[in-house]
C-alpha cells in the first residue's frame, strides 16, 4: 500500500501561485507514475497533470498548460504542482494519484486501480 498526502492548498486571489506538494509513504520502494487531478463543485473529477517514474515525460490538460508544472523529487518520495496565474475556474479539490507504470517513462491520465491521496482545497477568488 502507498499513502498519498497533498498539502499546500489554500485561498489566492487571481493572478497568483500556489505550490502544491503530495508526499508518499509506505511502500514506496516501488517505482509510481504520478498524476494530479482536481474536482471542482458539482463537477467530476478532471485530469490535471501527469508526470513519469523518471521525470522525463509530463502532460497536461490544455486548461493547465503554460500554467502549471508538474514535478517530482524521488529521493523525496514528493511530486510537486506549481499552479501559476491561477484563475477562479480553477477552484477544486485537488487530488494526487499513484499508479505502477509499464515503463520508467510512462505517463498516464487515468488511475482508477491506483492509489490516491485525500485532497486539498484550493480556491482562486476573483
Known amino acids: 500500500q502507498v499513502q498519498l498526502v497533498e498539502s499546500g492548498g489554500g485561498l489566492v486571489q487571481a493572478g497568483e501561485s500556489l505550490r502544491l506538494s503530495c508526499a508518499a509513504s509506505g511502500r514506496t520502494s516501488g517505482n509510481y507514475a504520478m498524476g494530479w487531478f482536481r474536482q471542482a463543485p458539482g463537477k467530476e473529477r478532471e485530469f490535471v497533470a501527469a508526470?513519469?517514474?523518471?521525470?522525463?515525460?509530463?502532460y497536461y490538460a490544455d486548461s493547465v498548460k503554460g500554467r502549471f508544472t508538474i514535478s517530482r523529487d524521488n529521493a523525496k518520495n514528493t511530486v510537486y504542482l506549481q499552479m501559476n496565474s491561477l484563475k477562479p475556474e480553477d477552484t477544486a479539490v485537488y487530488y494526487c494519484?499513484?499508479?505502477?507504470?509499464?515503463?520508467?517513462?510512462?505517463?498516464?491520465?487515468?488511475?482508477?486501480?491506483?492509489?490516491w491521496g485525500q485532497g486539498t482545497q484550493v480556491t482562486v477568488s476573483s
Open positions: 494519484a499513484a499508479r505502477t507504470p509499464d515503463s520508467a517513462h510512462s505517463y498516464y491520465t487515468r488511475y482508477e486501480n491506483g492509489y
Open positions: 508526470i513519469s517514474w523518471s521525470g522525463t515525460n509530463t
